[in-house]
């Protein structure tokens, strides 16, 4: 018996199309464990390159030192710690409010024809340089800021410009939070006698709780990470800042400024400063993805 001809075409096809699948789903696959695997070498590569400061200096006399001479092998990093939370706890004080109210505004409030112009001017901001930032915050915001009190150079300096580098951050996570609550929370809250702004407040930003704390955490990893725009304007001080008016430098200055000339133990204290940036960055970002889960169960 004759096997049909159409039977044996539409055999092939799909014989054709269950290798296609399989190829995509692999290809895939392995992009998605080269990501895995790149960050396990950063992390490896780190550790090999620390670990000679990790011994002879010990991880809990470099987290807890307060002085960094390596003329004097002395490696304490906890200025550098200070001034990286101080720097991000003021950008986050000061952009947390209004990113969340702009995206309140973007998503409850504003026309369509203003929010087609607003939200791609805040995403403007993620391609403007970390470099032109720190020029702008040198040339504007120092003087400004030196006519307050101390030199200019100072985290409240480096505090400003980061609060708007990590608006875009905030702004759009927190304004895809807020769309994705059902319509149901709003027009239930209306319908119970609410004002508009009252049903925002009380029902929406509620059920986008989770959203917006991810956009608070995103936001600070990226506050906490960035190097050019604080090396320019925050003047690099190795003293233990006291005031949001004072010199500082944090965790990622440090390398970027001593790589160079850097070796030996000094070489490994760099690459030491590196694993703990690593580790801040690593527990936001997994804060974060727990929290976008919670949203969206």
């Given at each position: ?26 290809t ?28 002879d ?10 002085e ?20 991000t ?76 580098m ?22 239930g ?39 050019m725009a ?68």
């Open positions: 018996m004759k096997i049909p001809r159409l039977f044996l075409s539409q055999l092939r096809r799909s014989r054709w199309r269950y290798f296609t699948d399989q190829s995509w789903r692999w895939i696959f392995l992009c998605g464990l080269s990501g895995i695997f790149i960050v396990a070498l950063i992390v490896i590569f780190l550790l090999r390159e620390a670990l000679p400061a990790f011994q200096i010990g991880i809990w006399d470099m987290i807890s030192g307060k960094w001479r390596p003329g004097q092998d002395k490696y304490g990093m906890l200025p550098f710690i200070v001034g990286s939370f101080y720097l706890a003021l950008a986050l004080v000061m952009a947390v409010p209004i990113g969340i109210l702009c995206a309140i505004f973007l998503a409850e409030v504003a026309p369509l024809k203003i929010r087609q112009v607003v939200r791609p001017a805040i995403e403007l901001l993620v391609g403007i340089p970390s470099v032109v930032y720190g020029l702008v915050g040198m040339i504007f915001l120092v003087p400004q800021i030196a006519k307050i009190g101390g030199y200019g150079d100072s985290i409240l300096a480096g505090a400003i410009v980061v609060s708007i990590v608006l875009p951050t905030i702004v759009s996570v927190s304004e895809d939070s807020l769309r994705a609550v059902p319509q149901a929370y709003r027009e809250a209306l319908a119970l006698g609410s004002t508009r702004w009252q049903a925002i407040w009380h029902a929406v930003l509620p059920a986008a709780r989770s959203g917006i704390l991810a956009a608070v955490v995103l936001g600070m990893g990226r506050a906490i990470g960035e190097t604080v090396y320019m304007v925050m003047g690099n001080s190795l003293l233990m800042p006291e005031s949001p008016l004072d010199a500082g430098r944090t965790l990622t200055t440090t390398p970027a400024l001593e790589i160079k000339y850097a070796a030996g133990v000094h070489w490994s204290a760099l690459f030491a400063d590196g694993i703990i940036l690593l580790v801040f960055i690593l527990a936001l970002n997994s804060i974060a993805l727990i929290l976008r889960r919670r949203q969206f169960k």
